[in-house]
């Protein structure tokens, strides 16, 4: 299994960007997005279940970020909207089965990405 995660760039304050995973590989349940910044601990962002639409995000995304699979095409997406400086960090693309209630626990996603560095000036 690999992944493969791409759209990252340099952008500013209030623009939006879509990043975009291609999964190739056996189906996982969940797939998820994480972001790190230096010295920090690799963090929750979303995440989306096989069998659904529902999404999963953390607070600091909720109502700005969406996060969809196309299971036909193996690919994940996330769409950022109205994007700040405190979104700047590598994001990286996960794949695992966790259970719900720990679709943000970063333990449970077994294949993740190389990364895509997203810059928010202001």
């Known amino acids: 299994v690999q992944l493969q995660a791409s759209g990252g760039g340099l952008v500013q304050a209030g623009d939006s960007l879509r990043l975009t995973c291609a999964v190739s590989?056996?189906?996982?349940?969940?797939l998820g997005w994480f972001r790190q910044t230096p010295g920090k601990e690799r963090e929750f962002v979303a995440a989306v279940i096989r069998d659904g639409n529902r999404g999963y995000y953390s607070d600091s995304v909720k109502g700005r970020f969406t996060i969809s699979r196309d299971n036909a095409k193996n690919t994940l997406y996330l769409e950022m909207n109205t994007l700040k400086p405190e979104d700047t960090a590598v994001y990286f693309c996960?794949?695992?089965?966790?259970?719900?209630?720990?679709?943000?626990?970063?333990?449970?996603?077994?294949?993740w990405g190389q990364g895509t560095q997203v810059t928010v000036s202001s």
């Open positions: 590989g056996r189906t996982f349940r969940s």
């Open positions: 996960a794949a695992g089965d966790p259970i719900i209630s720990s679709v943000s626990a970063s333990l449970g996603y077994k294949v």
